[in-house]
């Protein structure tokens, strides 16, 4: 039986859609019954605890967990969030609260032995919620008491061999699609990139030491499974230089109605049969497609933006030529809105150890001027938009390209240095206007 009423929260429960409210409940019950007979570390109506504290604050209109001071694990400075409620008499289930960030595995592949162990360590030391992943990626241990965080950390790490995740002003676990794992489209091997660079950069995920929070995120092709053009301070997206591939035979198939577009992802369409112009030509960003009963695209005009492939995968493969581009900048709403990465690096393989020393030579340059540059808790995206992108190009140490663009299709007033451009910028004005008789 609940310990205490929570009529605004069981309104959450009301709609057609999952409820946290209902699982904190299950969790509640089940911790009372205890039909596992665990000898649980932690008040054992810490979930119910939960609720009360939960319902006090939509009561009140405010918060009810305070900022009670650093916790964690020794010799690590992230990967815990302290958290106290300010009620502990009333709710002493959750007078402590503390939040784990756990590193999840790469491409959040599972097995389901990890998942019991995962749980059982959590059953017996946290209140048994999770969350499943947070933003960042991580597996999320929501709620435990300061003793039990080195345990915690001891089995972690000495058991299942995984470690804490990141949090406050270091790197945040990075993250990675699946990749080469599973996915046809995969340009690079986004899951060995983001293991590479998780070992290499062990002192800056556990230590903080720079202005803010920091994330890296590997998409393996413009799909974007991971959304790391929005997600991450430094994102790494699969993408190719030369052509894609066509078999005409299958574009045919597909026109013919043979194929089911988009890998039958719309069997129950309702809008007729398909149709290529519509559905493919029309809606090519770059309008570098034409279909005449032949498919033709005009590479040099194509974004990669992945829409003719997925429609027609059968048809359209990504070419042979492959790597990532590297975007810089992305973030969530905090300060000053919320930022889409600008592209920093068009193109660079992923192959041999030279590719990923160069990659690390690029994150190390750039983390040296934010940490020289960047002001207390300002992301690198808003130190590029107070300096310039100009000055990040310079501090990267890559090359000035014209299709840096910091916001693309918005903003192409870049100003180059006459010494950038081979030739000059007179050359480049003369042949425009030539070009255009002026
Ligand atoms: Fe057009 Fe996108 Fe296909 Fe490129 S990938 S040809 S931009 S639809």
């Known amino acids: 039986m609940a310990k205490h009423k929570t009529p605004l929260l069981d309104q959450l429960e009301s709609g057609p859609w999952p409820s946290f409210v209902s699982d904190i409940k299950q969790e509640a019950d089940a911790r009372a019954k205890n039909e596992q007979g665990l000898d649980y570390q932690i008040p054992v109506d810490c979930p119910d605890d939960l609720l009360g504290v939960l319902e006090m604050s939509y009561t009140d209109g405010e918060t009810h967990w305070k900022h009670g001071g650093i916790v964690g694990v020794f010799g690590y400075g992230g990967g815990v969030i302290g958290r106290y409620c300010d009620q502990p008499q ?48 991580d597996i999320v241990f929501l709620g435990t008491t300061t003793p039990q965080l080195e345990e915690i950390f001891w089995e972690l790490t000495h058991d299942l061999e995984i470690d804490l995740g990141g949090s406050g002003s270091n790197l945040r676990t990075p993250a990675t699609c699946l990749g080469m794992s599973r996915c046809e489209y995969a340009c690079y091997d986004s899951q060995e990139l983001c293991y590479n660079l998780t070992q290499e950069y062990q002192d800056e995920l556990h230590r903080p030491a720079f202005p803010y929070k920091f994330k890296f995120k590997f998409d393996g092709c413009p799909n974007g499974c991971v959304a790391a053009i929005a997600r991450s301070d430094l994102s790494f997206i699969g993408t190719w230089k030369d052509e894609i591939k066509i078999n005409q035979e299958v574009v045919a198939a597909y026109v013919g109605g043979e194929i089911a577009p988009n890998a039958g992802a719309h069997a129950g369409r309702d809008w007729g049969a398909f149709d290529i112009q519509k559905e493919v030509v029309d809606l090519c960003p770059s309008k570098c497609i034409s279909y005449d009963g032949k498919l ?24 042979d030529e492959r790597g990532c581009s590297i975007l810089c900048g992305a973030k969530a709403p905090i300060l000053d809105g919320p930022q889409m990465g600008s592209l920093l690096v068009p193109f660079i393989e992923v192959n041999k150890d030279d590719d990923y020393q160069a990659i690390k030579d690029i994150v190390e340059n750039i983390w040296d001027w934010w940490m020289e540059e960047g002001k207390n808790r300002e992301r690198i995206g808003e130190t590029m938009k107070r300096l310039g992108m100009a000055a990040l190009i310079d501090a990267a140490g890559v090359p000035v390209d014209a299709r840096q663009v910091q916001e693309p299709r918005h903003n192409p007033y870049i100003f180059w240095k006459a010494e950038d451009v081979e030739g000059g910028w007179e050359r480049d004005i003369n042949d425009f206007r030539k070009r255009h008789q002026r």
């Open 90 to 137: 009333m709710f002493p289930g959750v007078a402590h609260f503390h939040t784990v960030r756990v590193a999840q595995p790469n491409g959040k592949w599972y097995n389901t032995e990890l998942l019991r162990n995962l749980v059982k360590i959590w059953d017996l030391r946290g209140s048994g919620l999770t969350n499943m992943h947070g933003a960042t990626g």
């Open 296 to 319: 033709t695209i005009d590479n040099k005009e194509c974004v990669r933006c992945m829409h003719c492939i997925n429609t027609m995968p059968r048809a359209l493969k990504i070419g």
